[in-house]
């Protein structure tokens, strides 16, 4: 492995290809950098594996992409404040991420994409599935495309971290209730900024309505629409191991984080990795 020849092996599924030959506590050169970024942008979410890192090498390796989004509702390691917990204890019933979403579509400048390091996984269990919103896209109708192309959606977090009592579900684990303030409207249909592909920027977690239309007007639309994107032959499925890491476009993915490992601990540390506008 350790930084002689990058091989990038395709995952079973819609997207998703393993990085072998990297060694991602030691630093990247410019090279290796342009080539992960390019694999992301082709497969939509790259894992490594047997990874041994350090929070301050995690933080540096995701430098590499852009400026780090500090999470202002996720509690933060004691002391990287740029790294979130993603943590689940035996005695919680519920996990953090168990629906289809799109991390921080509810922000005006949505984030480039999620560095997810496991530190600690259950024996069994605890697996992520990743959507290409690419692939959504492609296989709708050029009429319903068309129609798709000229709208925009309202996103928002007020309805999901904006209420205390979701802070008192998640035992601690989220909070900050008053940060919820933010509502960002993008396009329906984007225009990925590396690959090109136009892209499906609906989710099921954080899109509220269509931008002009009342929510009970929007509901159909979107239900059909995440009806179609939640196919399984748009989907791959990651099995974690300790070590291993998930680093996905955000502009470009869906994912859901499975909650079948009751009774076990899975500590998880995410950074994000800041985004530009969307067109």
């Known amino acids: 492995m350790r930084n002689s020849k990058?091989?990038?092996?395709?995952?079973?599924?819609?997207?998703?290809?393993?990085i072998l030959g990297l060694d991602l506590?030691?630093?990247?050169?410019?090279?290796?950098?342009?080539?992960?970024?390019?694999?992301?942008a082709d497969h939509g979410v790259i894992f490594f594996r047997d990874q041994s890192l350090?929070?301050?090498?995690?933080?540096?390796?995701?430098?590499?992409?852009?400026?780090?989004?500090?999470?202002?509702?996720?509690?933060?390691?004691?002391?990287h404040p740029e790294i979130?917990?993603?943590r689940k204890e035996p005695d919680q019933a519920k996990n953090i991420g168990g629906n289809w979403h799109t991390d921080h579509s509810y922000d005006q400048i949505p984030a480039l994409g999620s560095i997810l390091l496991a530190r600690?996984?259950?024996?069994?269990?605890?697996?992520?599935?990743?959507?290409?919103?690419?692939?959504?896209?492609?296989?709708?109708?050029?009429?319903?495309?068309?129609?798709?192309?000229?709208?925009?959606?309202?996103?928002?977090?007020?309805?999901?971290?904006?209420?205390?009592?979701?802070?008192?579900?998640?035992?601690?684990?989220?909070g900050n209730p008053e940060a919820a303030t933010q509502d960002a409207i993008h396009p329906v249909v984007i225009r990925h900024p590396d690959s090109g592909r136009k892209i499906l920027f609906v989710n099921p977690g954080f899109t509220t309505h269509i931008d002009g239309w009342t929510e009970?007007?929007?509901?159909?639309?979107?239900?059909?629409?995440?009806?179609?994107?939640?196919?399984?032959?748009?989907?791959?499925?990651?099995?974690?191991?300790e070590g291993s890491i998930a680093f996905w476009d955000n502009r470009?993915?869906?994912?859901?984080?499975?909650?079948?490992?009751?009774?076990?601990?899975r500590m998880m540390h995410r950074i994000t990795v800041e985004g530009v506008a969307l067109q």
């Open 120 to 174: 600690e996984v259950p024996p069994r269990g605890g697996d992520t599935l990743f959507a290409c919103m690419a692939k959504a896209f492609e296989t709708l109708s050029p009429g319903l495309q068309r129609t798709l192309e000229g709208l925009r959606a309202v996103h928002s977090s007020r309805h999901v971290f904006g209420r205390p009592q979701y802070g008192r579900e998640m035992n601690g684990r989220i």
């Open 84 to 86: 979130a917990e993603v």
């Open 252 to 265: 470009a993915t869906w994912h859901y984080a499975v909650n079948d490992y009751q009774g076990e601990r």
């Open 6 to 18: 990058i091989e990038i092996r395709p995952s079973s599924g819609a997207l998703g290809a393993e």
């Open 216 to 241: 009970a007007e929007s509901k159909g639309l979107l239900e059909m629409l995440y009806q179609h994107a939640r196919r399984p032959d748009f989907q791959t499925r990651f099995q974690w191991r």
């Open 25 to 40: 506590a030691t630093p990247l050169d410019t090279a290796s950098v342009g080539t992960l970024k390019g694999a992301l």
């Open 54 to 79: 350090k929070p301050a090498e995690h933080i540096a390796f995701a430098r590499n992409f852009g400026p780090i989004n500090i999470n202002r509702f996720f509690k933060t390691d004691a002391a």
